[in-house]
T-cell receptor, first 113, second 114 residues
Framework: EAQVTQNPRYLITVTGKKLTVTCSQNMNHEYMSWYRQDPGLGLRQIYYSMNVEVTDKGDVPEGYKVSRKEKRNFPLILESPSPNQTSLYFC????????????FGPGTRLTVL | KQEVTQIPAALSVPEGENLVLNCSFTDSAIYNLQWFRQDPGKGLTSLLLIQSSQREQTSGRLNASLDKSSGRSTLYIAASQPGDSATYLCAVQMIKAAGNKLTFGGGTRVLVKP
């Protein structure tokens, strides 16, 4: 089944404890991105990747890192999480990033205490 | 700056009634417009993608129209069912969007009563 998977789905952590949210797609898509969803602010792009080893900042990249060492995986790294990073995170992918349907993962609900 | 608006924010209809969801955007320089469904605690499911050159797309009971010149899209859901209860989001992809990002509306929360 074609899909985007994320792990973990739920995470409660404490300020400053490094964490990684994994994202994987099995559709051989070149383009991947991360969004966060917050009440009243909607979905905002954090980082994106046009292809392997090519990543760039979205609208809200502060406090996040990403890597794209292989096509299928695009992990989101929070090196020192803070409470304002409490949010619902979505990974998305599409074939090229333009004019294609974008497929979203199931989401990761992160709480930083 | 592109702004995407969905009105109303919430909608409640009896089962069997047709649903009409509206989406408006301020900048018509778009590649496409996509409609998503979001269920509580779950991800976004893509419903329909309309390219900027298209006027409408259909899938089963769903029909989405696009009027790029007026900056509007409408999602029609025929003969609504309780299982259609969810939040519906529209998103546009602008031609000049850095990162090929989608700009989302705030969503319309739909409740279909049995």
């Amino acid at each position: 089944e074609a899909q985007v998977t994320q792990n973990p789905r739920y995470l409660i952590t404490v300020t400053g404890k490094k964490l990684t949210v994994t994202c994987s797609q099995n559709m051989n898509h070149e383009y991947m991105s991360w969004y966060r969803q917050d009440p009243g602010l909607g979905l905002r792009q954090i980082y994106y990747s046009m292809n392997v080893e090519v990543t760039d900042k979205g609208d809200v990249p502060e406090g996040y890192k990403v890597s794209r060492k292989e096509k299928r995986n695009f992990p989101l790294i929070l090196e020192s999480p803070s409470p304002n990073q409490t949010s619902l995170y979505f990974c998305a992918s599409s074939l090229t990033g333009r004019v294609d349907t974008q497929y979203f993962g199931p989401g990761t609900r992160l709480t930083v205490l | 700056k592109q702004e995407v608006t969905q009105i109303p924010a919430a909608l409640s209809v009896p089962e069997g009634e047709n649903l009409v969801l509206n989406c408006s955007f301020t900048d018509s320089a778009i590649y496409n417009l996509q409609w998503f469904r979001q269920d509580p605690g779950k991800g976004l499911t893509s419903l329909l993608l309309i390219q900027s050159s298209q006027r409408e797309q259909t899938s089963g009971r769903l029909n989405a129209s696009l009027d790029k010149s007026s900056g509007r899209s409408t999602l029609y859901i025929a003969a609504s069912q309780p299982g259609d209860s969810a939040t519906y989001l529209c998103a546009v992809q602008m031609i000049k969007a850095a990162g090929n990002k989608l700009t989302f509306g705030g969503g319309t929360r739909v409740l279909v009563k049995p």
